[in-house]
């Protein structure tokens, strides 16, 4: 009689003909449909199938989440679905994502970036940053989450290894179902401490030296994302010239306006917390802080005022929210370019350019270059170029969630009528 006390039967479950058909087409998540209704009811990995059992595949599940109900790991194989083997792999494909950045040489000029982008570096769900001396992990998936202390022992041991003369701080950012902030540092005792308290680091970034913070909110102070498009659009800030920075956050384009030698840099945002965290990286950079103010005001308030104090940059910074409220109503970045790109147009030199931004995937390129071509036709401005993160994202063929960040360069090419 055989003996089958080691033997595990794996259990395949069935997968919708239309999530098929996306996977073929590169799009690695499984939506909340009839099919995902059976699947296991914890986080870990899934042995799926079409209905012939002719196909197969590997999927991480995640329960928890409200739509994405699994994210591709790779075709099935009985080696690839033991546990050990998966975290052989997990470390094979960090390392391929760091190297990929490293090869980019992009620690000459900056210390934010991206090391590990999600599903775009085939570890679906997970983001890593570099920030200064910080690792922060950060989980949109709760099988990362549940897995938490392999992937921190795996992750350190990595970096220990690869950079034995630095020391990091490695920290976890869960993203959970109620959009709590977890901050856990996994400290020198290779375990988790919990913080509820404001963890201020700082990280450089083209010659200049941001102070972040990891516990406020999910935005720690800089947007990681716009690192690669500040470098894009650096030739064209030349000293002497003029930029406003609408819906300003903390202000990076503006502080790198300043370090670029413009001499009239304006910010404009509702939040006067993000403004006071500007004006403090303005002085921990020893800019002239004459050359820049800051306006705590709605950017339609704002332009109207502009407008009839016949205000006039040579460049402007557009890059709301894709969806936002300034506590009277709720308006839609796509939809409020159609008014907004008007009043754009009258402070805008001759000759000036307009950087326009749309954070969203639900969106598309085409859909948002289309809209604005309409637009921009009677106003006396022209595209120019796409601006897109490209130096440390990958793109996935077939993911248009990955490709959520678009922006495009408009030039002032008559006066306004």
């Known amino acids: ?16 003909p239309q ?36 196909s197969s595949w590997i999927f991480i599940g995640d329960p928890e989440h409200k739509s994405v109900k699994a994210r591709y790991w790779s075709e099935y194989s009985n080696a690839r679905f033991k546990k050990h083997n998966f975290w052989n792999e997990f470390e094979n494909r960090l390392d391929s994502a760091v190297t990929f950045r490293e090869e980019l040489r992009l620690l000459e000029e900056r210390e934010n970036f991206f090391l590990v982008f999600g ?13 200064g001396e910080v690792i922060l992990v950060q989980s949109y998936c709760n099988f990362w989450d549940a897995s938490s202390k392999i992937l921190f022992s795996i992750i350190k041991k990595f970096f220990t290894e690869k950079y034995p003369t630095q020391i990091f701080k490695y920290f976890f950012q ?50 990681t994302d716009m690192s690669s498009i500040r470098k894009k659009i650096g030739d064209l800030l030349k000293p002497g010239h003029s930029l406003l920075n609408l819906f300003s956050y903390t202000g990076a384009f503006s502080i790198f306006g300043l370090k670029k030698g413009l001499e009239n840099v304006h910010s404009v945002d509702l939040s006067q917390k993000y403004l006071d965290i500007l004006q403090n990286n303005i002085l921990i950079n020893d800019l002239p802080k004459d050359a820049h ?18 205000k006039k940059y040579d460049h402007i910074v557009c890059d709301p929210p894709s969806s936002s409220t300034d506590g009277k ?3 839609n970045a796509l939809k409020n370019y159609e008014k907004l790109l008007p009043e754009l147009s009258k402070v805008l030199n001759t000759h000036g350019h307009l950087y326009l931004f749309l954070n969203t995937h639900k969106v598309t390129w085409k859909k948002f270059e289309n809209e604005i071509s309409k637009t921009i036709k009677t106003l006396g401005l022209e595209r120019v170029r796409r601006l897109s993160p490209t130096e440390d994202f990958k793109k996935l063929p077939g993911f248009i969630e990955g490709d959520y960040l678009k922006g495009l360069l408009l030039k002032k090419i008559i006066k306004s009528t």
């Open 1 to 16: 009689m055989r003996n089958n006390r080691h033997t595990t039967k794996t259990t395949f479950y069935e997968i919708h």
């Open 19 to 54: 999530s098929i058909k996306h996977l073929g087409l590169g799009h690695p998540w499984i939506t909340k449909d009839s099919y995902t209704d059976k699947f296991p009811q914890k986080p870990g990995l899934i042995a799926t199938a079409s209905k012939d059992k002719k």
């Open 119 to 131: 599903e775009a570096d085939q570890i679906p769900g997970l983001f890593i940053q570099r920030l």
């Open 174 to 223: 869960s993203r959970n179902k109620k959009q709590k902030i977890i901050i856990q540092e996994y400290d020198y005792k290779n375990d988790f401490v919990i913080h509820n308290k404001n963890l201020d680091i700082e990280c450089s970034e083209f010659g200049l030296k941001y102070n972040l913070n990891l516990g406020r909110s999910y935005d720690i102070g800089i947007y």
């Open 293 to 310: 103010q800051s306006f705590c005001s709605s950017v339609d308030d704002f332009l109207k005022t502009a407008t009839k104090e016949k």
């Open 329 to 331: 109503k709720t308006t």
